[in-house]
């Protein structure tokens, strides 16, 4: 029977949900794969429409 509102993270409870976080901040390169997809296509609009344009 399972409580609600609790939940157990294996990944959480060794440490690598941690580990993979602090990679990401210091090398600025997402772990998941949504973070890689959006980084990617920003690059890629980026690139096609010459960087990025400031609203004034």
Request: no cysteine; aromatic share 6%; net charge positive.
């Amino acid at each position: 029977m399972k409580i609600p509102g609790l939940s157990f993270s294996w990944k959480r409870a060794v440490g690598i949900t941690g580990v993979k976080q602090r990679i990401a901040r210091k090398t600025g390169i997402p772990t998941t794969r949504q973070g890689l997809e959006r980084k990617v296509g920003a690059m890629v609009l980026g690139a096609v429409f010459g960087g990025k344009k400031k609203k004034r």
